[in-house]
């Protein structure tokens, strides 16, 4: 089963382009990208997905907001890697990113994975490949409304499918579990 006991203990964060064959219509020419920004809970696999137009540490902190609205569970520990959308450590020793300042404003610890490790953020990783298989292969978005339309449904899906690695439950239903064994303590 997961080895985090507790909802929150750990999220992973990462941001996943969206294939360019995926665009149609204005966005294609346009020259537009779309990004994908995602949190997974280690314990329980939930997910919270959100698409941009732009790769940015404002987007990062948007997606935070966003993220604890959606998250029925206090978050402890974020963990990304050393993207300039998460961090500013290897441009500057004393300048914090706006993730880093909302992060500390928040009282969340920040962990950051060794630098070309993304094996360290396996889970998210893994959700991405799934996306790309389940997801992106099979959609088409003309504007950042319809992807996140789209990957709002997706998410759905994803949050609701059972899993080996969590005893054939969903993310849902072993959050459920969770929160009620908490309840009763």
Not at 51 to 71: I, R
Not at 115 to 131: A, F, I, Q
Not at 149 to 170: A, C, F, I, Q, V
Request: net charge positive; aromatic share 12%.
């Amino acid at each position: 089963m997961s080895e985090l006991l507790i909802p929150g203990e750990k999220v992973q964060i990462d941001v996943k382009e969206v294939p360019y064959n995926c665009l149609r219509g204005k966005a294609l020419r346009d020259g537009k990208h779309f990004y994908q920004w995602t949190a997974i809970d280690e314990c329980t696999r939930m997910r919270f997905v959100y698409g941009f137009e732009e790769h940015t540490p404002e987007n990062s902190t948007k997606f935070l907001k966003m993220l604890l609205k959606e998250f029925p569970f206090k978050i402890q520990t974020i963990q990304t890697d050393n993207g300039i959308e998460f961090t500013y450590k290897y441009q500057s020793s004393e300048v914090k990113s706006p993730f880093e300042i909302e992060l500390n404003k928040l009282g969340i610890n920040h962990k950051l994975i060794p630098p070309r490790t993304p094996w360290h953020n396996g889970k998210v990783e893994r959700s991405h490949r799934n996306d790309q298989r389940y997801f992106y292969e099979w959609e088409t978005f003309r504007n950042i409304e319809e992807l996140n339309t789209k990957l709002k449904g997706h998410l759905e899906w994803s949050n609701n499918k059972t899993m080996r690695t969590l005893d054939y439950k969903s993310p849902m239903q072993l959050l459920s579990e969770k929160l009620e064994l908490k309840s009763i303590h």
